[in-house]
């Protein structure tokens, strides 16, 4: 409450869904499912559990699990104690692991045994709990205890509007992950974000099969806000992925391009439809025009794209299913949503006009406040109020941009500036080319050359794929070299992680 207003806080707002929908499925899994009310209980003891070992507001408490149950559990409790919830991915390797727990300062560990443990001891570290992974499993033993302890009296702690609530971690393809400080006031506007420009409703039923702790998370809580359902997969897989759709009938789903890629190769072999889908949700990373057409033509006009930051989540900017009914804009990643204002900067701190590439800045109520312990990093990001993306973009007359490279990707060759993106999508145009990624390894005459790393679906030429490509760029653009590889090297969130492909690339002969 300040001066007789009343501000939102995202535990209040999600305590309020819980008690609301009551007895209606909240969380369904292969075999399992709960409602809001055994939801709250659940949450309700673990937190109580959590309290009597000492962790109370403030303390961070990480969250090492696969998508289960469990992992939804563990969030609610931790809101309920005014605690902070760091996510950690399951790819994440030991090394990963342990810098997270350390740099946070994480008090408790809930984790599944079977993933990788921190290969040092953190000190840090008073409580670790392990989550079951089947029923009634060994490893779960404490946390079936913890719940078992469960005691009527548990009151849950009043949220403060700048409290801390989630520490979350960067990806780290350009060094050690930072740590971005999200408090409850600014995410509970953002969980009303992903409900209006998500487009999710009341009788939604969302199907999951990206790792929680990253952009999921955020779809789940705004769906649990909603009052539908969320069906839960461990893993992406195009098979289950339509079976799950079909059971279900999902309505909602996220995924990134490669997934639809390979759910869109599935259904030329296994056709089907899916009729129940309304709104198929992508972003994360550029894609293909023509797998985005294909798309169109196999589910209609359900997709909507969105653009975003782990330091402002998921939506920053939309392609609304209308806007992919207008062909000139499949390339764009939309406009602003109604919660935020984009500026895009040029190299003088001035904004660009119309048709002028500029770095996006964001003006949003859910920016990060800060990078954990690292005031740095922290006053590089944000100038003057507003988030510094990194990312560098065109705006058309009507408003829609068009993103054109990452400021660290941004290869100059030759005195000119080489926007990776567009030359990775005139690669993809190649009808052989499944994926492209384009980076600058250096060249004693040109600065950086460009070079490309494509997968294939079938044997290359790789002399008619420079060809294709001189075709429809400049020469300067032009890859220098193209070289055939098994598999992109991935980021633990999913993205082609451009640091190690450098490596890749520049350890070839």
């Known amino acids: 409450m300040t001066n007789g207003r009343h501000t939102l806080c995202l535990s209040d707002v999600l305590a309020s869904a819980l008690a609301r929908h009551g007895d209606r ?21 673990l937190a109580a559990s959590l309290q009597r070992h000492g962790i109370g ?20 409790a931790i809101l309920k104690l005014c605690a902070v919830k760091v996510p950690l991915n399951e790819l994440m390797a030991p090394s990963e692991i342990t810098y997270c727990l350390d740099h946070a300062q994480a008090r408790a560990l809930i984790r599944h ?7 040092e001891p ?93 952009s999921a998370g955020f779809h789940l809580l705004a769906c649990l806000l909603q009052g539908g359902q969320v069906v839960i997969a461990r893993r992406f897989e195009p098979e289950s992925f339509v079976r799950l759709t079909l059971e279900h009938r999902a309505t909602w789903t996220f995924a990134v391009p490669t997934m639809i890629y390979r759910l869109l190769d599935h259904l030329k072999t296994s056709p089907t439809g899916l009729p129940s889908l309304r709104t198929f949700v992508y972003g994360a990373a550029p894609m293909s025009l023509e797998r985005l057409q294909e798309g169109l033509a196999v589910f209609g006009p359900v997709f909507l794209q969105i653009y975003g930051q782990t330091e402002c989540p998921n939506f920053v900017t939309t392609l609304t299913k209308s806007d992919h009914l207008d062909p000139t804009l499949l390339t764009s990643c939309g406009r602003p949503v109604p919660f935020l204002t984009i ?43 507003a988030l510094r993306t990194g990312d560098l973009a065109v705006r058309d007359e009507r408003g829609y941009l068009f993103l054109v490279d990452r400021t660290k990707d941004m290869i100059i060759t030759g005195g000119m500036n080489v926007y990776s993106v567009e030359v990775e999508r005139a690669l993809r145009d190649h009808p052989a080319i499944r994926e492209a990624a384009v980076v600058g390894l250096p060249d004693p005459d040109w600065g950086e050359r460009v070079t490309a790393a494509v997968t294939a679906n079938e044997p290359l030429d790789i002399a008619a794929v420079q060809a294709f490509v001189r075709a429809r760029l400049s020469a300067y653009k032009s890859p220098k070299s193209i070289v055939e590889i098994g598999a992109m090297p991935l980021t633990p969130y999913g993205k082609v992680d451009k640091k190690a492909l450098r490596t890749i690339l520049a350890a070839l002969p």
Request: some cysteine; overall charge negative.
């Open 343 to 385: 500026d895009l900067i040029g190299p003088d701190g001035t904004q660009t006009p119309n048709g002028s590439v500029g770095e996006i800045q964001i003006r949003s109520p859910y920016n990060l406040v800060e990078y954990y312990r690292d005031p740095t990093a922290t006053a590089d990001a944000l100038v003057g109020g």
């Open 113 to 119: 045994a079977s993933l990788p443990e921190a290969s």
């Open 57 to 76: 507001r403030g303390d961070r408490v990480a969250l090492h699990l696969r998508n289960c149950i469990e992992y939804v559990v563990a969030e609610f």
């Open 122 to 214: 953190v000190d840090s570290i008073q409580l670790t709990l392990c989550a079951p992974e089947e029923a009634f499993e060994p490893q779960g033993r404490e946390w079936l205890a913890s719940l078992a302890d469960y005691t009527r009296g548990f009151v849950r702690s009043a949220p403060h509007a700048d409290d801390m609530a989630v520490l979350a971690y960067t990806g780290g393809t350009t060094g050690r992950p930072k740590g971005v400080v999200h408090i409850q006031s600014t995410l509970a506007i953002n969980l009303f974000a992903h409900v209006v420009s998500g487009d999710i409703r009341s009788d939604e039923v969302m199907l999951l099969t990206t790792p929680l702790p990253h």
């Open 25 to 45: 499925t909240a969380i369904k899994t292969d075999d399992r499912q709960v409602s809001y009310a055994e939801l709250d209980r659940a949450s309700d003891a």
